[in-house]
């Protein structure tokens, strides 16, 4: 089970990052997590939305080069040792972890969310369903 995450790549000066989530903004799409990489010239923002459609197509008439990678968004407790767990999982079934960042979660409830890049989509949900891990599916992204 995976969801999409959106990559967008952009110049690495001050104003770019400001300007994509301004036209989201103005669009009324919620991001609801993201990770910034640079490197030297271009960064590359990576993001969940509760919008996918609404957010490419935003993204595509400002001008931003963008693509969708699957991902896996699982809930693990907001608890110490809780991403621990999920990555023993990862690593019993040989499932390499290319990166990973963090959504907001629900304090209240002990819960936190974790977007994970694998190769392997499929052995990485069904190591994570068999530790008792729950998966965000893409209609439910707007949750994580």
Do not use: W
Request: aromatic residues 6%; hydrophobic residues 45%.
């Amino acid at each position: 089970m995976s969801i999409k995450q959106i990559s967008v790549f952009m110049e690495n000066k001050p104003g770019v990052l400001g300007e994509m989530t301004e036209e989201l903004a103005k669009n009324n799409v919620d991001l609801r997590a993201i990770s910034l990489a640079e490197a030297a010239d271009f960064g590359i923002a990576r993001m969940i939305v509760d919008d996918l459609y609404k957010a490419t197509t935003v993204l595509k008439d400002a001008g931003f080069v963008h693509r969708l990678v699957d991902v896996v968004a699982v809930e693990i407790p907001d608890v110490p040792g809780g991403l621990n767990k999920v990555l023993g999982c990862l690593s019993g079934a040989g499932v390499n972890l290319e990166y990973m960042y963090a959504s907001r979660g629900d304090k209240e409830e002990n819960r936190a969310y974790m977007i994970l890049k694998v190769e392997q989509v499929t052995r990485a949900s069904d190591a994570l369903k068999e530790g008792g891990f729950n998966l965000v599916d893409q209609d439910h992204a707007d949750e994580v």
